[in-house]
C-alpha cells in the first residue's frame, strides 16, 4: 500500500515561553499544502522485520533515528507487523520549516493501521504521533489548525487558500531548529494568531509575524533576500515558514518564479 506524505507551511509563529522541560510553548498555524513524498509498504519474504529504502533527496542521518522508523518500531511495540519492505521517496526538502519528517511518521501509522487493520482509533493516533514529534499529530487531521503547546495541541480552524498560488522557496542550506530556539527571546504575543488569521490576507504582511524571522535573516541574508525577492515580485503575503530556511508566498496571479531563484529549490502549487 502507498500513501503520499504532504508537507505543511507555518501561518506566523508566536515563542510565548521556555518549558522547564527545555521546549518551548509555541502558537503557530500549520497549513497543508501539496509538496508530497510517497511511502510505500510491501510484504517482505527475506527473514528481516523491515528493510528501509530511500530515494529522490539524500536524507543525512541513521535509518533508526527516521520518523517512518520510529513509527514502525512504536506500532510494533504493541501489535504483531508481518515482514515489510519500506519505501521512501524523499521530495520535500528537510532543514526547511516544511514538516516533511513528521509527515512522514504520521502517515506511517495510518498506512500500518490501514494496511494491517489494527483498528486503531482517530484518537489513538493521535497520541502515537505525539510520541513522534511535536507536529506530528497535525499531520494525523491534515487540515488547517491552530497548534499550540510545543505543537503537539491541535485545534481545527476554518481557513481555505486555494484561491492563492502558493509558492515555497528553500536556499541550498538549512536552519537547524535546536539553533533557531536557541536566538529567539519568548514573549507573550499582543495578539492571538486565531484573531490575526480572520484579517484579510492583506493585512497579514502588517499583522502575521514569525518570531524566528528577525534573528534567522540577520544571520542568513540570503533567506531574508529571498522573501524580498517574491515580494517585488507580486506576493501577497510571505514569510519564512517555521525555523526556515524556506520561505513562502502567497500569489493573487500566475507570474514567472523559477527564474529569480538561481539554486533555490522552488515549488509552486499547481
Request: hydrophobic share 40%; net charge negative.
Amino acid at each position: 500500500m502507498i500513501c503520499f506524505p504532504n508537507a505543511k507551511i507555518n501561518l506566523g509563529l508566536q515563542v510565548i515561553s521556555k518549558r522547564t522541560d527545555g521546549y518551548h510553548n509555541i502558537e503557530t498555524i500549520f497549513y497543508p499544502i501539496g509538496m508530497r513524498d510517497a511511502l510505500e509498504i510491501i510484504p517482505s519474504d527475506v527473514g528481516q522485520p523491515y528493510r528501509f529504502f530511500v530515494s529522490g533527496i539524500l536524507v543525512d542521518s541513521h535509518p533508526e533515528d527516521n520518523l517512518v522508523v520510529k513509527a514502525l518500531h512504536l506500532i510494533k511495540s504493541q501489535k504483531q507487523i508481518p515482514d515489510i519492505d519500506i519505501y521512501l521517496l524523499k521530495k520535500i526538502p528537510f532543514g526547511a520549516g516544511l514538516g516533511g519528517g513528521s509527515a512522514d511518521g504520521a502517515f506511517m501509522l495510518t498506512l500500518l493501521n490501514k494496511t494491517f487493520a489494527l483498528g486503531y482509533t482517530h484518537e489513538q493516533l493521535l497520541a502515537f504521533a505525539r510520541q513522534l514529534g511535536a507536529d506530528c499529530s497535525f499531520f494525523v487531521n491534515n487540515r488547517s489548525a491552530l497548534a499550540t503547546g510545543v505543537g503537539d495541541q491541535i485545534e481545527q480552524i476554518d481557513l481555505d487558500l486555494s484561491h492563492y498560488r502558493i509558492v515555497v522557496v528553500k536556499p541550498p542550506f538549512g536552519v537547524s531548529t535546536r539553533e533557531a530556539y536557541a536566538m529567539v527571546e519568548p514573549h507573550v504575543p499582543e495578539i492571538s494568531l486565531r484573531e490575526v488569521a480572520k484579517q484579510p490576507v492583506s493585512e497579514w504582511k502588517r499583522l502575521l509575524k514569525n518570531d524566528f524571522e528577525p534573528p534567522i535573516l540577520d544571520k542568513y541574508p540570503a533567506i531574508g533576500a529571498i522573501k524580498q525577492k517574491l515580494y517585488d515580485i507580486g506576493a501577497i503575503y510571505a514569510s519564512m515558514s517555521g525555523s526556515g530556511s524556506s520561505v513562502y508566498a502567497l500569489f493573487e496571479r500566475n507570474v514567472p518564479v523559477k527564474p529569480n531563484f538561481g539554486d533555490c529549490f522552488v515549488w509552486i502549487e499547481e
